[in-house]
C-alpha cells in the first residue's frame, strides 16, 4: 500500500482496557493462567488494529497491550538482564531489574509482532520500541563502567532485533525514548547509542521524543532546545515530538538548525480526555506546513494511547485522520 | 456472641486508673445477667456483636448505648445485630437499664421510636442531612462564632489549627525553595510558579506562607517571589474575600479561585501539570464519606436515620415556640436559607445551636448487593475497593472517604511533573487502625469532622502516578495531624 502524502499513524499503544488491567494483575498473582493472558492479548490487538483501520490511520501498530509497560516488555527480554519476577503486584509497575554481565546476544523476540501484524492487517506496519537511554534509567548497573558504555551495549542488542523485524517486511519501525526530556545531560552519549542501535537497519526509522506518559500525565517538562544541535547526529529518519500539549514554538527548531528529518507532528494530546476537532488538527498541521514541506510531515498523536478510553482514543485518531485529510485536499493530493 | 473491644489504647495518665475495665466488666456481665433472666433473646443473642467503643469527641451524635439491626439490600431485616457502647458516655448507674433497652430494640419486631422525631429517614452518610448542616455551618460561620464568642479555630478538639504553626510553615517554605532551587539549576524554572491553597480559612496560612517565602527568597538572593501566583482556592466568595484583604501587601500575586473542593480541576484546567506546590489543611475530614462493614464475610453499608430525642423535642418547643408539627419546616427553613430564615437575629443563631445540640444519628446496617457500585467514590473501580479490603482485617468497619477521593483525584491533574501536594488533616494511615479506635464522625461545634482513610487515598494515588506518603506532624507535641504528602511514581 502506498503511503499518502501527510501519513497519520499512532506512537505504538492503544487503549488498555480496564478488565484487561484486572486480567494481568490477576495472572501475576497466579490467578490467571498465561494461555488465557494470551487469548486476551491477541483479542484486543486485533482489536486495536481494526479500530486504527476504521479510523483511517495508514500506518498501524498492534496496539501493544500484550506489553506490561515500555520497560519490563524488554527488560524481561534481554539475554543478560536479571528481572526479580516477585518484584511487583500491579502489573504496570516496574519490575526490579539489574545487569550483572555483559549483555548476551541472543533474540528478544520481537518479531513476533511482524508476524501478527502482517497476518491480521494489509496496512503499512510499524513496531516501537523503547530506546537504550531509557532502558538504561531503569535497570540498576551493576557491570558496565557507566550508562554510556551500557546504552551502547543496549542499543547492540536492539540493532540485531530491528535488523531481523526490517528483514521481515515491517515498514517502520520506532525507538521511544521519554527520558531525553529528563536528563538532557545525557544526550551525546545517548545519541551515540541511538546510533548503535539503527546501524544497518534497512527500515524508516523514527525515533520518538515526548516529555513522558506514565499514568497519562507527563514526567518532566521544559523545552525541545536541549536537543540541538546534538540531535542532528542521530541516524534515523524522523523525529517524532510531541507538539499538542506543549505548543507548537519548538517547531521552529526544525528550521533554526535545518533539521533533515522528517517530523512526526504531535497533534492529539493523550493526556486530556477532550477530543480535538479536525478543524484543530489541520490547524496545527498548517502552522507546521510553514516550517517543514509536506514531504516530510508525519501526523501522529503527542504519545501512546493507552490511557485513553476506547471510545476516546478512537474518537480521537478519527479527528485526527478528517484533520489531516482536508489539509491534504487543500494541498491538492 | 462477640465483644469487640474496639479502643486499643494505653492509658496516659499514669498510674491513676481509668474506670474503662470496670464498665467493660460491668457490659458483659449484664449481658450474661440478660440471657439468663431472659430479656435478650436467645435466638438473637448468638449472633449479636458488642462494639466497646470510646467516643473522643465530647459532643457526638450517638447515645451512650445504640442498636444496630441489619437488613438485606431491599431492606428487609436480617438476624444479625449489634449494640454499641460508648464507654466515654456511659455511666455505670445507667448503664444495665440502658442494656436492657438494647436488648429489646435487637428484637427484629421491636419498636426503637421512642418519641423522636426524625428528620429524615435512612440514608447512606453520604447524603445524610448532616452535609447540609455542615454547609450552613460555613456559610453563616460568623453568626455561629459570635454566639459561641469563639472563632472556629478555637473550637476545635486541639483548640487551634495546626495550619498555622509557624516552624511547620517555614519547614514548608524551605522545601518548597529548594525545589524551585533544583528546577532553575536544571534550567526547568516555569516562567511562573503557581502555588494552590485549598480551603483557605480566614488567610492565616497563605500569609504566613508568603511572608515568610518572600523572606527566604531575599535571604538566598533568589528572585522566586517575583514569578510567585498564589491561588487561593474555596468554594465561599465571603471567605475569600476575608483571605485576599487579609493579604493585601502581596495583592498582585495572589489569584482568588471559587472552586469546589471536590473537582479543583473543573475550575483550575488552565493550570493542568502546572502547580508546583498544593496544599490543604484540614479539609478532607470535613468531605462525605460513606462506612462499610465487613462481617462473617458480608459487606455492609452504614445507613443513618437522624433524630431529635423526645426530651429535646419538648426543649425546643419550650424554648423556641416550635413544636413537633413545626419542626419539620423550621428544620428546612434553616438548612435553605440559614438562621435569620427562622427567626431574625440572634434568636434564629440560638435555635441552629441548639438543633445541633441535640441532633443525633440512628444507624442501620444494609448487606450491599453485588452488584451495587454507589458506595465506589467518582474516579475509582469496585477493584480499587477490593484491593483495600484484601489488605484489611475479616472484621472490620471503615470509611469511604470519598470526598476526599474525589477531591484528591481532582487535584492531582494540576500537579506539575515535579510539582508534589502536601495534605494536613488526621488519617488513618492503614486498614488495621480502624480495629484501634474511633474514627468519626465526631460532632464539632457547628460542624462535624471525621478521619480520612489515608490506605484509600494511597489507592487513588497510586492509579494516578503518585505514592502517598505519611508523615507525623512534629511541631505541636500530642497532635493527632498528620502530613499526608505525594511522590511520583517511578
Avoid at chain 1, 552519549?189 to 499514568?215: F, P, Q, S
Avoid at chain 2, 538566598?220 to 487561593?232: A, E, M
Avoid at chain 2, 423550621?330 to 445551636?353: C, Y
Avoid at chain 2, 505519611?470 to 493527632?480: E, M, T
Amino acid at each position: 500500500m502506498k503511503l499518502p502524502i501527510l501519513p497519520t499513524t499512532v506512537i505504538g499503544s492503544y487503549s488498555m482496557p480496564e478488565w484487561l488491567e484486572r486480567a494481568k494483575n490477576d495472572y501475576l498473582a497466579r490467578k490467571l493462567s498465561k494461555r488465557d493472558l494470551d487469548d486476551m492479548h491477541d483479542a484486543v490487538r486485533k482489536a486495536a488494529i481494526k479500530d486504527q483501520e476504521s479510523a483511517g490511520i495508514d500506518i498501524v501498530t498492534d496496539g501493544e497491550l500484550q506489553r506490561y509497560n515500555m520497560i519490563d516488555y524488554f527488560t524481561e527480554r534481554i539475554p543478560g538482564v536479571q528481572v526479580d519476577l516477585g518484584s511487583k503486584r500491579f502489573y504496570y509497575d516496574f519490575y526490579d531489574t539489574e545487569v550483572r554481565n555483559k549483555l548476551g546476544t541472543g533474540s528478544l523476540g520481537l518479531n513476533d509482532e511482524v508476524k501478527f501484524l502482517k497476518k491480521y492487517t494489509d496496512h503499512p506496519t510499524k513496531i516501537s520500541v523503547s530506546g537504550p537511554h531509557t532502558l538504561v534509567k531503569r535497570i540498576r548497573n551493576s557491570f558496565y563502567k557507566d550508562e554510556a558504555e551500557f546504552a551502547v551495549d543496549l542499543g547492540k542488542a536492539l540493532n540485531r532485533e530491528l535488523k531481523e523485524m526490517a528483514r521481515n517486511g515491517v515498514t517502520e519501525l520506532q525507538i521511544d525514548e521519554p527520558y531525553y526530556s529528563g536528563f538532557p545531560e545525557d544526550l551525546p552519549w545517548a545519541v551515540k547509542a541511538i546510533n548503535a542501535a539503527t546501524e544497518g537497519v534497512d527500515a524508516h526509522v523514527t525515533l520518538h521524543i515526548c516529555y513522558g506518559n506514565r499514568y497519562g500525565k507527563p514526567s518532566f517538562e521544559g523545552s525541545y532546545k536541549y536537543l540541538f544541535p546534538t540531535i542532528l547526529d542521530a541516524k534515523v529518519h524522523a523525529l517524532s515530538l510531541e507538539f499538542a500539549r506543549r505548543g507548537e514554538e519548538d517547531i521552529q527548531l526544525f528550521k533554526e538548525f535545518k533539521a533533515p528529518f522528517t517530523l512526526g507532528l504531535g497533534v492529539i494530546d493523550v493526556k486530556t480526555q477532550d477530543i480535538e476537532s479536525p478543524a484543530l488538527v489541520a490547524d496545527r498541521i498548517r502552522r507546521a506546513l510553514e516550517v517543514v514541506p509536506a514531504e516530510r510531515l508525519v501526523i501522529n498523536p503527542d504519545c501512546g494511547c493507552v490511557h485513553l478510553p476506547r471510545d476516546v482514543a478512537f474518537a480521537k485518531l478519527t479527528a485526527m485522520v478528517e484533520g489531516t485529510r482536508m489539509v491534504r485536499s487543500e494541498l491538492g493530493k | 456472641m462477640i465483644v469487640h473491644i474496639n479502643h486499643i489504647s494505653q492509658s496516659k495518665k499514669g498510674a491513676k486508673k481509668s474506670q474503662l475495665g470496670e464498665l467493660a466488666s460491668l457490659v458483659t456481665g449484664s449481658l450474661v445477667d440478660l440471657v439468663e433472666n431472659g430479656q435478650l433473646d436467645a435466638k438473637v443473642a448468638p449472633s449479636l456483636r458488642i462494639h466497646l467503643d470510646w467516643i473522643q469527641y465530647k459532643t457526638n451524635f450517638r447515645d451512650p448505648v445504640i442498636v444496630r439491626r441489619t437488613t438485606d439490600a431491599q431492606g428487609k431485616s436480617l438476624s444479625l445485630a449489634e449494640v454499641a457502647i460508648d464507654l466515654r458516655q456511659c455511666q455505670p448507674a445507667t448503664l444495665l437499664q440502658q442494656l436492657q433497652e438494647a436488648a429489646q430494640q435487637v428484637n427484629p419486631n421491636a419498636s426503637t421510636d421512642n418519641g423522636r422525631h426524625y428528620l429524615a429517614d435512612y440514608k447512606p452518610f453520604r447524603d445524610c442531612v448532616i452535609w447540609d448542616f455542615n454547609r450552613v455551618f460555613w456559610r453563616h460561620l460568623g453568626d455561629w462564632e459570635a454566639a459561641s464568642g469563639k472563632g472556629f479555630e478555637e473550637a476545635l478538639p486541639s483548640g487551634s489549627s495546626d495550619a498555622n504553626r509557624p516552624d511547620a510553615v517555614k519547614e514548608s517554605v524551605v522545601e518548597f525553595w529548594e525545589l524551585l532551587k533544583d528546577l532553575e539549576t536544571k534550567n526547568q524554572l516555569p516562567a511562573e510558579i503557581p502555588i494552590l491553597e485549598i480551603g483557605v480559612g480566614a488567610g492565616t496560612r497563605a500569609a504566613a506562607f508568603i511572608d515568610l517565602f518572600q523572606e527566604y527568597d531575599a535571604e538566598k538572593g533568589t528572585t522566586y517571589y517575583d514569578r510567585l501566583q498564589f491561588i487561593l482556592g474555596d468554594y465561599s466568595p465571603d471567605t475569600l474575600a476575608r483571605a485576599c484583604a487579609s493579604l493585601g501587601r502581596h495583592k498582585s500575586h495572589i489569584i482568588p479561585a471559587p472552586l469546589d473542593a471536590l473537582n479543583p480541576f473543573k475550575t483550575l484546567s488552565q493550570y493542568r501539570f502546572k502547580v508546583l506546590y498544593v496544599h490543604l489543611t484540614n479539609v478532607y475530614d470535613n468531605l462525605p464519606f460513606d462506612d462499610l462493614i465487613r462481617r462473617d464475610g458480608k459487606l455492609y453499608l452504614a445507613e443513618v436515620r437522624p433524630y431529635i430525642s423526645a426530651a429535646s423535642v419538648d426543649q425546643l418547643q419550650a424554648d423556641f415556640g416550635i413544636g413537633r408539627a413545626e419542626l419539620p419546616a423550621a428544620t428546612a427553613k434553616l438548612l435553605d436559607g440559614g438562621p435569620h430564615a427562622v427567626f431574625p437575629g440572634e434568636k434564629g443563631v440560638a435555635f441552629w445551636r441548639a438543633l445541633w445540640g441535640c441532633f443525633k444519628l440512628e444507624e442501620r446496617l444494609r448487606a450491599l448487593d453485588d452488584r451495587e457500585e454507589s458506595h465506589v467514590p467518582p474516579g475509582l473501580t469496585w477493584a480499587h475497593l477490593q484491593d483495600l479490603l484484601d489488605e484489611a482485617p475479616e472484621d472490620v468497619r471503615f470509611h469511604i472517604s470519598r470526598g476526599a477521593a474525589e477531591s484528591f483525584a481532582n487535584t492531582l491533574p494540576l500537579l506539575h511533573p515535579r510539582g508534589y501536594l502536601q495534605v494536613q488533616d488526621i488519617f488513618v494511615e492503614d486498614m488495621d487502625e480502624y480495629r484501634k479506635g474511633f474514627k468519626g464522625p465526631g460532632k464539632l461545634d457547628g460542624s462535624l469532622v471525621v478521619w480520612v482513610n489515608g490506605a484509600l487515598l494511597r489507592a487513588v494515588g497510586a492509579r494516578a502516578g503518585y505514592d502517598v506518603h505519611f508523615r507525623p506532624f512534629a511541631y505541636r507535641p500530642g497532635s493527632k495531624t498528620t502530613v499526608m504528602y505525594t511522590t511520583q511514581k517511578p
